[in-house]
T-cell receptor, first 106, second 112 residues
Framework: DQQVKQNSPSLSVQEGRISILNCDYT??????FLWYKKYPAEGPTFLISISSIKDKNEDGRFTVFLNKSAKHLSLHIVPSQPGDSAVYFCENKLVFGAGTILRVKS | DTAVSQTPKYLVTQMGNDKSIKCEQNLGHDTMYWYKQDSKKFLKIMFS???????INETVPNRFSPKSPDKAHLNLHINSLELGDSAVYFC???????????FGPGTRLTVL
């Protein structure tokens, strides 16, 4: 069974600095990983994804890196903005990580 | 226009009651899902339907019964509600099963 783990429950970052959110997985098959962002009292919204044939995918301030040998992916947000404060989930094959609460301080 | 909508947004009910949550998507997607987010904030897949057919049924009590009258709707009926059913339930849809999912706003169910 696929497991997706986000071991950092929360992260606090100063506005303008880089936020790095991490995710580990167990399944090694060809795959597609997604990051979602969730504000309180709303449903998750898609942020960025990466296919396992790539090492990196970039979209504006958001970049996701995939390290297949370590079975690890990370989401980089730079520069971080107060509006980025939310819960971030990584997902693979309908399995979600526990989420990381990001707080960006102004 | 709201892409994925759920009703009601809040639902407070007594133990033992039967309740339904409705979900509709206007994205033309073929696949719809129900997730449960428990008190520890874990998002767990419960069911998935593709073109009105059940394709995923995780370990969920029989008291939970999804119904898909057409591919734009996936409703969740819960019988004999228990305290442990209190959670936020999210509906979602996607074009393909491994594709980006679009989530509804959630239904917060509180069982007293």
């Amino acid at each position: 069974d696929q497991q997706v783990k986000q071991n950092s429950p929360s992260l606090s970052v100063q506005e303008g600095r880089i936020s790095i959110l991490n995710c580990d997985y167990t399944n090694s098959m060809f795959d597609y990983f997604l990051w979602y962002k969730k504000y309180p009292a709303e449903g998750p919204t898609f942020l960025i994804s990466i296919s396992s044939i790539k090492d990196k995918n970039e979209d504006g301030r958001f970049t996701v890196f995939l390290n297949k040998s370590a079975k690890h992916l990370s989401l980089h947000i730079v520069p971080s903005q107060p509006g980025d404060s939310a819960v971030y989930f990584c997902e693979n094959k309908l399995v979600f990580g526990a989420g990381t609460i990001l707080r960006v301080k102004s | 226009d709201t892409a994925v909508s759920q009703t009601p947004k809040y639902l407070v009910t007594q133990m033992g009651n039967d309740k339904s949550i409705k979900c509709e998507q206007n994205l033309g997607h073929d696949t719809m899902y129900w997730y449960k987010q428990d008190s520890k904030k874990f998002l767990k897949i419960m069911f998935s339907y593709n073109n009105k057919e059940l394709i995923i049924n995780e370990t969920v009590p029989n008291r939970f019964s999804p119904k898909s009258p057409d591919k734009a709707h996936l409703n969740l009926h819960i019988n004999s509600l228990e305290l442990g059913d209190s959670a936020v339930y999210f509906c979602a849809s996607s074009q393909l099963r491994t594709d980006t999912q679009y989530f509804g706003p959630g239904t917060r169910l509180t069982v007293l």
